[in-house]
């Protein structure tokens, strides 16, 4: 208890230190009367005895510090007394002590600022329960991944072992209507067991699992998100019906904020991501269903079954199934199996990305420390007396470094708390930045522990970086080389200042560097001829919702009424249609067959079904042949216009008019030959970056499918800007179906650019890091410029004396200062001499 007791004793005399001061001070001039009486009685007058006494004492300020020790912890105190002594002194230098710490704010929060995307994005576990035994079963060809047909997932499920549960689900635009204005809702088709798997339940109502068989085709589960701004949060949404699609839809059940299975799995390989679900129905498949393939799948693993051992099982399923199931002619596809963590395959893509940007923040991190030692090697110029005084005193070399330490912590304490301000608006900015759907789990970015602890690390760590070189430099102070004003110390100290700044310089040339790269690639893809000409065109997108477009002929019928009207628009150039719009993100390409040759191993198609004037409408030059027209309907003979890459693999450099292919939906005997009746020039299906794929374009009135038709744009070449005439084709289209919602309006430049809206976001953001570097140089030089000033204060008096012009002397010093960028190489950093 003797040792708790006295532990506590010294903690109150730590924290409260002018406690016990006054007692301290009077048990000193105790023991001095005492040793003044002892003296006296000696025969000593009274001022001997008074200088007899303090010479047998010993050093008054010596022995209080042993009391201190023995009554409190020293160390503490130590501390204690140096930070107020570094809060007087940096208010003494206001100027310094700002920029110290907005160099720090901002080499600190920008750093915070990329880790806290980081960290959301990366390191965070997903929203779900349990989400590390959370994986994905998907299928490759030729290693891009590919959906999975209702017939293998539900054999995978019904003969694994690995997994608790297993669900598959895809997404499609729905309509909804009633209560308000039309507006399309992303909607996932999901299988039984999907809140199961993901572990998730409905805030409100239940899950699907609840229903009766006969109630469960027309039943809907809405996201918090709709569920707030459509239906006000009425918690009497349960039960209620909704109109999607043309059809009435049950709701039972809202499920939390997060959840958005399964567009989250829609985001790996580069694919920018989809919006967020809104609305859930169940999805009824057919076991012999495995021609069509639009499945994405999740599963739980069990607890003892590793991701690895999923694997296995689930490959030589797969295999058997492929052995069974798949035609001999696409055995050739290289198709296979994996098995990843769920969260690797929602963040992979963007991996890369985050820590680029982290090295490059890092880097600028870098720079604000050595930005802050230059200050401080500066201003230690100024303090070269004070050091040397304080350690003529007493103080010991590591009291000395102590105090520059404790000066550099509290300076990085400063632009930490001012950095986490910085983070805040830096969080904000990045996020209105980002391009939408480019980075995924963006609304999870916030300023949670991990950042906090993150922060303050950062904060401790920098200030012991760009401080020890300073205290070093204290610590080894020489007395009479520092009273002087000569020595070694004044060069090294230069040469220290001449590395620091061509370290700067050397680390902003990285990031600068890296910058130009960036721009250089983004320059690059901006010039790619996209393969049409975007200025002028205005693109409408919508969806036909199955209810009430059953047919393609309701949706030929469709196509055709909204093409007529768009023709007597004013302004109207030229207008046509299209399934799939180029530029439109990751598309997969298709098999075919060609008539008297084989088809060229891995050589696929892009497929796209377009309306005649389309060509025209967009730009794409026709090579050879004629255009779609009017009389190629549904009943007239099959055509098809390639693209000249095609043309030239598919028949060798042959004349391409009047060959025969199939498409390849379907088995081959089932499908009709088209007749190819033009060549167009190629075009960049996908993206800019990407290398242009072969295409087969099939007539809009002949498309064999009706999920070709599903998902239109109508396309308007214009005379006058194509914004002005929107209202006019939204006109045109509602004339045919008021009801029908038109899910994106947008010119053709505002798509191009949005689809390099990625790569010009790193550009930007490493370009910006690279442009505080070199402003953090600027102010670094100020220390470099302010301690050749404070080294040279008599020089410069005398120079000014004896008729040196101000102009002579501001040269002389920049020239100095500025010698170091230019002498990068150690052994040839000049000396002063």
Same mark, same amino acid.
């Given at each position: 208890?003797?040792?708790?007791?006295?532990?506590?004793?010294?903690?109150?005399?730590?924290?409260?230190?002018?406690?016990?001061?006054?007692?301290?001070?009077?048990?000193?001039?105790?023991?001095?009367?005492?040793?003044?009486?002892?003296?006296?009685?000696?025969?000593?007058?009274?001022?001997?005895?008074?200088?007899?006494?303090?010479?047998?004492?010993?050093?008054?300020?010596?022995?209080?510090?042993?009391?201190?020790?023995?009554?409190?912890?020293?160390?503490?105190?130590?501390?204690?007394?140096?930070?107020?002594?570094?809060?007087?002194?940096?208010?003494?230098?206001?100027?310094?002590?700002?920029?110290?710490?907005?160099?720090?704010?901002?080499?600190?929060?920008?750093?915070?600022?990329?880790?806290?995307?980081?960290?959301?994005?990366?390191?965070?576990?997903?929203?779900?329960?349990?989400?590390?035994?959370?994986?994905?079963?998907?299928?490759?060809?030729?290693?891009?991944?590919?959906?999975?047909?209702?017939?293998?997932?539900?054999?995978?499920?019904?003969?694994?072992?690995?997994?608790?549960?297993?669900?598959?689900?895809?997404?499609?635009?729905?309509?909804?209507?009633?209560?308000?204005?039309?507006?399309?809702?992303?909607?996932?088709?999901?299988?039984?067991?999907?809140?199961?798997?993901?572990?998730?339940?409905?805030?409100?109502?239940?899950?699907?699992?609840?229903?009766?068989?006969?109630?469960?085709?027309?039943?809907?589960?809405?996201?918090?998100?709709?569920?707030?701004?459509?239906?006000?949060?009425?918690?009497?949404?349960?039960?209620?019906?909704?109109?999607?699609?043309?059809?009435?839809?049950?709701?039972?059940?809202?499920?939390?904020?997060?959840?958005?299975?399964?567009?989250?799995?829609?985001?790996?390989?580069? #694919?920018?991501?989809?919006?967020?679900?809104?609305?859930?129905?169940?999805?009824?498949?057919?076991?012999?269903?495995?021609?069509?393939?639009?499945?994405?799948?999740?599963?739980?693993?069990?607890?003892?079954?590793?991701?690895?051992?999923?694997?296995?099982?689930?490959?030589?399923?797969?295999?058997?199934?492929?052995?069974?199931?798949?035609?001999?002619?696409?055995?050739?596809?290289?198709?296979?199996?994996?098995?990843?963590?769920?969260?690797?395959?929602?963040?992979?893509?963007?991996?890369?990305?985050?820590?680029?940007?982290?090295?490059?923040?890092?880097?600028?991190?870098?720079?604000?420390?050595?930005?802050?030692?230059?200050?401080?090697?500066?201003?230690?110029?100024?303090?070269?007396?004070?050091?040397?005084?304080?350690?003529?005193?007493?103080?010991?070399?590591?009291?000395?470094?102590?105090?520059?330490?404790?000066?550099?912590?509290?300076?990085?304490?400063?632009?930490? #708390?001012?950095?986490?301000?910085?983070?805040?608006?830096?969080?904000?900015?990045?996020?209105?930045?980002?391009?939408?759907?480019?980075?995924?789990?963006?609304?999870?970015?916030?300023?949670?522990?991990?950042?906090?602890?993150?922060?303050?690390?950062?904060?401790?760590?920098?200030?012991?970086?760009?401080?020890?070189?300073?205290?070093?430099?204290?610590?080894?102070?020489?007395?009479?080389?520092?009273?002087?004003?000569?020595?070694?110390?004044?060069?090294?100290?230069?040469?220290?200042?001449?590395?620091?700044?061509?370290?700067?310089?050397?680390?902003?040339?990285?990031?600068?560097?890296?910058?130009?790269?960036?721009?250089?690639?983004?320059?690059?893809?901006?010039?790619?001829?996209?393969?049409?000409?975007?200025?002028?065109?205005?693109?409408?997108?919508?969806?036909?919702?199955?209810?009430?477009?059953?047919?393609?002929?309701?949706?030929?019928?469709?196509?055709?009424?909204?093409?007529?009207?768009?023709?007597?628009?004013?302004?109207?150039?030229?207008?046509?249609?299209?399934?799939?719009?180029?530029?439109?993100?990751?598309?997969?390409?298709?098999?075919?067959?060609?008539?008297?040759?084989?088809?060229?191993?891995?050589?696929?198609?892009?497929?796209?079904?377009?309306?005649?004037?389309?060509?025209?409408?967009?730009?794409?030059?026709?090579?050879?042949?004629?255009?779609?027209?009017?009389?190629?309907?549904?009943?007239?003979?099959?055509?098809?216009?390639?693209?000249?890459?095609?043309?030239?693999?598919?028949?060798?450099?042959?004349?391409?008019?009047?060959?025969?292919?199939?498409?390849?939906?379907?088995?081959?005997?089932?499908?009709?030959?088209?007749?190819?009746?033009?060549?167009?020039?190629?075009?960049?299906?996908?993206?800019?970056?990407?290398?242009?794929?072969?295409?087969?374009?099939?007539?809009?009135?002949?498309?064999?499918?009706?999920?070709?038709?599903?998902?239109?744009?109508?396309?308007?070449?214009?005379?006058?800007?194509?914004?002005?005439?929107?209202?006019?084709?939204?006109?045109?289209?509602?004339?045919?179906?008021?009801?029908?919602?038109?899910?994106?309006?947008?010119?053709?430049?505002?798509?191009?650019?949005?689809?390099?809206?990625?790569?010009?976001?790193?550009?930007?953001?490493?370009?910006?890091?690279?442009?505080?570097?070199?402003?953090?140089?600027?102010?670094?030089?100020?220390?470099?410029?302010?301690?050749?000033?404070?080294?040279?204060?008599?020089?410069?008096?005398?120079?000014?004396?004896?008729?040196?012009?101000?102009?002579?002397?501001?040269?002389?010093?920049?020239?100095?200062?500025?010698?170091?960028?230019?002498?990068?190489?150690?052994?040839?950093?000049?000396?002063?001499?």
């Amino acid at each position: 208890m003797g040792h708790v007791r006295r532990f506590f004793l010294r903690l109150g005399n730590a924290l409260r230190p002018g406690r016990a001061e006054p007692d301290l001070a009077r048990e000193v001039s105790s023991h001095l009367r005492l040793l003044e009486d002892e003296f006296r009685r000696r025969g000593m007058s009274e001022e001997q005895a008074g200088l007899a006494a303090k010479r047998a004492f010993g050093g008054i300020e010596q022995t209080k510090e042993l009391a201190r020790d023995a009554r409190s912890f020293v160390w503490f105190d130590e501390v204690r007394r140096d930070l107020h002594y570094a809060v007087r002194t940096f208010r003494r230098s206001p100027g310094f002590s700002a920029v110290a710490v907005l160099t720090l704010a901002l080499g600190i929060g920008s750093t915070t600022t990329i880790f806290s995307f980081v960290n959301a994005v990366l390191l965070n576990p997903l929203a779900y329960p349990a989400s590390d035994r959370l994986v994905v079963v998907a299928l490759t060809m030729n290693g891009t991944p590919i959906s999975v047909t209702p017939g293998d997932f539900l054999e995978w499920q019904a003969q694994n072992h690995s997994f608790e549960a297993m669900a598959a689900g895809t997404v499609t635009p729905y309509n909804l209507t009633g209560r308000g204005e039309p507006i399309g809702v992303l909607t996932g088709l999901v299988s039984d067991r999907f809140a199961e798997t993901l572990r998730v339940a409905p805030q409100l109502g239940h899950s699907f699992a609840a229903e009766a068989d006969a109630d469960r085709s027309h039943s809907v589960i809405i996201s918090d998100h709709l569920w707030r701004h459509r239906f006000n949060a009425d918690p009497a949404i349960i039960g209620s019906s909704i109109t999607l699609e043309g059809a009435p839809y049950t709701v039972v059940g809202v499920m939390p904020a997060g959840v958005s299975f399964p567009r989250e799995l829609m985001t790996s390989d580069g #694919a920018r991501t989809l919006p967020d679900v809104d609305s859930w129905v169940p999805l009824t498949l057919r076991p012999n269903d495995r021609a069509n393939g639009f499945l994405e799948v999740v599963a739980r693993l069990k607890s003892d079954v590793s991701c690895a051992q999923a694997q296995i099982e689930m490959a030589t399923i797969q295999r058997a199934l492929a052995d069974r199931f798949m035609p001999r002619e696409l055995r050739d596809l290289n198709v296979g199996l994996r098995v990843v963590q769920m969260q690797e395959q929602i963040v992979r893509a963007v991996r890369p990305l985050l820590l680029t940007l982290f090295r490059a923040v890092t880097l600028l991190l870098v720079v604000a420390c050595a930005n802050v030692a230059n200050l401080l090697l500066g201003r230690a110029a100024t303090r070269e007396r004070e050091v040397a005084i304080r350690s003529a005193l007493g103080s010991g070399r590591r009291r000395l470094i102590q105090q520059y330490l404790i000066e550099s912590v509290l300076l990085g304490a400063l632009g930490g #708390a001012l950095g986490l301000l910085v983070t805040n608006v830096g969080i904000d900015l990045i996020s209105a930045l980002i391009p939408p759907g480019t980075l995924p789990r963006v609304r999870e970015v916030r300023i949670d522990s991990h950042v906090l602890i993150f922060s303050t690390a950062v904060s401790v760590i920098t200030g012991l970086m760009f401080g020890l070189l300073p205290a070093m430099q204290a610590g080894n102070t020489d007395l009479t080389t520092t009273f002087r004003g000569t020595g070694a110390t004044h060069t090294m100290r230069s040469r220290y200042l001449r590395v620091l700044v061509a370290a700067e310089v050397a680390l902003a040339f990285v990031l600068l560097v890296g910058a130009g790269l960036l721009f250089k690639s983004f320059a690059r893809l901006t010039s790619v001829n996209p393969g049409f000409r975007p200025e002028s065109i205005l693109t409408l997108d919508v969806t036909l919702p199955e209810g009430s477009y059953p047919t393609l002929t309701e949706m030929r019928a469709f196509s055709s009424a909204v093409l007529e009207g768009m023709r007597h628009t004013p302004a109207m150039v030229e207008s046509g249609a299209v399934n799939l719009l180029p530029i439109g993100g990751p598309l997969l390409s298709g098999d075919f067959t060609l008539e008297g040759v084989p088809r060229p191993r891995g050589f696929t198609a892009v497929k796209p079904a377009v309306s005649p004037g389309y060509f025209r409408a967009l730009g794409i030059p026709m090579l050879r042949g004629r255009d779609f027209n009017e009389r190629d309907t549904e009943n007239a003979p099959g055509v098809a216009v390639v693209t000249e890459r095609f043309a030239r693999r598919a028949w060798l450099g042959q004349d391409a008019i009047g060959k025969r292919l199939k498409l390849g939906f379907g088995r081959p005997e089932d499908q009709p030959w088209l007749t190819v009746v033009g060549v167009v020039g190629d075009v960049k299906q996908s993206t800019l970056a990407d290398e242009t794929r072969p295409a087969i374009y099939v007539s809009l009135m002949q498309a064999p499918q009706p999920f070709l038709l599903r998902n239109l744009t109508f396309v308007a070449r214009t005379a006058v800007d194509p914004r002005s005439v929107a209202s006019l084709v939204r006109e045109d289209i509602h004339r045919v179906d008021p009801l029908l919602p038109i899910d994106r309006v947008a010119t053709m430049t505002q798509l191009l650019s949005d689809s390099v809206a990625e790569p010009r976001f790193r550009a930007v953001l490493l370009g910006a890091f690279g442009a505080s570097a070199v402003v953090l140089i600027a102010v670094g030089m100020l220390g470099v410029l302010g301690f050749f000033v404070a080294r040279r204060t008599q020089e410069i008096g005398l120079r000014i004396a004896i008729g040196a012009q101000r102009a002579d002397i501001v040269t002389l010093i920049v020239k100095q200062a500025l010698d170091a960028p230019h002498r990068r190489r150690a052994t040839h950093l000049p000396s002063d001499s």
